[in-house]
């Protein structure tokens, strides 16, 4: 549903009945045309950032709560990928996920430029939090001989762009980074999902060919490695805060059933905090309200005096 069909024009006589004039092949695009392709949905769009000031940007989420969520998708949950990233028309993302906390269209990036994705398949893949240090510590032990191309080391860094350069965002004006080359960009210019995807592979896949996606567009090109070179500078402790446009990375990886070998790309998946159980304090519930308006991914005051009388 990308791409385009043949539609044949002709002009009959009225008279005579017979073709009177050139015929024309006109190029229809699939998704024009009523009942043939299914309708798309796009990818859950960020909720406005709070102003400047909100008591949120003091605060920092329970990373801890980040794994217990993710728990029951932990070992070989059934996902989905599609591919989105075909054209600067569709500028969301390089992928979305569906299935993952039982959420779908969630956004997503490939970290791992050498190894193929299944789209639109079903597949069992594990999900690790990018902060459960013991869970990444232990991926590494055993991909000790080189199975696993992702650097892990970076992951702070992820968090912080997907959070100060969301997709369709002017990027010029961030008070974390200093760029270089202002002159250069337009003056609105913002984040594309080609930028996105090569800061991706710059921070987090060993071995990359970033210049994907930004072949031919030296803008892009300038841009993601600024991004990169801000990320690097000022993300190295992101942590997200409880402002509600925030997000969190999640990996999914697979293994072969037979050799335990990893044999699919690795993803990068983009989970907005409010569909995280527990993630922040109840008195932000206003930032976090979930559709039927409980606020019930929140630490509540009940639990926070279960933890205190628990103890360290």
């Known amino acids: 549903c990308n791409e385009t069909i043949g539609v044949l024009l002709i002009w009959d006589d009225d008279v005579t009945g017979e073709l009177s004039k050139q ?12 009942g043939v392709c299914e309708e798309e ?22 990373v801890d709560a980040i794994e217990a969520a993710i728990q029951p998708w932990a070992d070989e949950a059934l996902m989905t990928i599609k ?16 299935g993952l906390l039982d959420l779908e269209n969630l956004v997503a990036w490939c970290l791992d430029i050498d190894q193929d994705a299944c789209l639109d398949c079903e597949w069992e893949m594990d999900s690790i939090s ?11 032990s055993v991909s ?26 002017p990027f010029l004006d961030n008070p974390h980074c200093d760029f270089d080359y202002d002159d250069f960009f337009q003056e609105d210019a913002v984040v594309t999902w080609q930028m996105m995807q090569r800061v991706m592979w710059e921070l987090a896949d060993h071995g990359n060919d970033s210049i994907l996606n930004c072949r031919d567009n030296r803008e892009c090109g300038i841009a993601a490695m600024q991004l990169v070179d801000c990320a690097l500078t000022a993300g190295a402790d992101y942590i997200p805060n409880c402002c509600p446009h925030n997000k969190v990375g999640i990996m999914i990886l697979k293994d072969d059933p ?8 690795e993803l990068l998946v983009e989970i907005p905090l409010r569909h995280i159980p527990g993630v922040c304090p ?10 039927d308006g ?19």
């Open 294 to 312: 409980s606020g019930r991914f929140l630490i509540t005051d009940e639990e926070e005096m279960a933890k205190e009388e628990e103890g360290p």
């Open 130 to 140: 990018t902060y459960d240090e013991e869970a990444l510590i232990d991926l590494v």
């Open 23 to 34: 015929e024309l092949l006109v190029e229809v695009p699939l998704v024009d045309i009523d």
């Open 41 to 62: 949905v796009p990818p859950e769009t960020d909720a406005p950032r709070a102003p400047p000031g909100d008591p949120c940007y003091d605060t920092t989420i329970d």
């Open 144 to 169: 000790s001989e080189g199975n696993l191309p992702v650097n892990l080391t970076n992951f702070n860094e992820v968090n912080f762009v997907i959070n100060e350069f969301a997709v369709g965002t």
């Open 83 to 98: 591919y989105r990233g075909v054209a600067d028309a569709r500028p969301d993302s390089y992928f979305t996920v569906g």
């Open 258 to 265: 037979d050799t335990g070998l990893r044999d699919a790309q």
């Open 282 to 291: 109840e008195e932000f519930a206003d930032n976090f309200e979930d559709d």
